[in-house]
């Protein structure tokens, strides 16, 4: 016996069906910062939503996951126990695939720092800061080299690999280099591998593509940020947070970046927005990204 389908209820379900398959549910629809020249895989560094996060952290989340975003990058779990944060993530279809430690962790407690890395599930747990007094010194690089060191071997026991942030004050003068080129030659790449923020890179004066060139693989992973047209670095490694501005109306030349990252492997791109305008400029930087060629 044949049964009569009504003509509406075939054009609900042609719409419901286009729905799913330009959501991406099927694996061919659009992914939010992914266009025909760069790839990804993009993510994005929480505390972009510090401020954000300390109102509401699923609410926050809500925000993150709507962007279109898969992956993070973690500074903190926000008052949050980290089984609790992980649930939340999970709940939202959001990986955490690094994660941010402080400095005086990873040299007093870096077997905790691996528990901690574990049972959030990332890859790669790294430091942004070394605490220095006024300008970053030689010794004080060379105590970083060896805390680095010693915790990139601990955390690599329990699968988990350590990183270094950029952050511009490690571009002292030092012999016939910087103090970054020291950085460089004597921590161990097995247990040392590194985060290339691009605004930490320019701001004390550096040219990011020069600098993957020289150091390829060593970085693994990149902060995509842009920098205020006009603005000119120091090596403080520091800078007012308004000098974020959205990805493609800053200085930075993104076309020969996301090459020369490509070129030599980065494995993790994150967007990282710390200005007060941040929930705003990200989305507008994803479709940047989707829209560069190079």
Sequence with gaps: MQRFIPTGTIVFFVFCLSLFNASGADGTGHQAGIGKSFKGPIGLQLYSLRSQFSNSVP???DTVQQFGFKNVELAGTYGM???KFKSELASRKLKAVSAHFSYDRFKKEPEAVARDAKELGVQYAGCAWIPHDGAFDE???RDAIAVFNSAGEILAKQGIR?????????FQPHGNGTLFDLL???TKPDYVRY?????WIVHPGQDPVKVMEKYGKRFELMHVKDMR???KGDLTGKSDVDNDVTLGIGQMNWPAILKAGKTIGIKWYFI???SHFSERQIPQSLKFLEAVQF
């Design 195 to 199: 985060e290339i923020d691009v605004f």
């Design 139 to 141: 010794k004080e690089c």
């Design 229 to 231: 047209k006009g603005l």
């Design 184 to 186: 460089m030659a004597e």
């Design 81 to 83: 126990p980290i089984g």
């Design 272 to 274: 990282e927005d710390e």
């Design 162 to 170: 350590f990183f270094y942030h950029t952050h511009g004050y490690e």
């Design 59 to 61: 609410g926050t989340l």
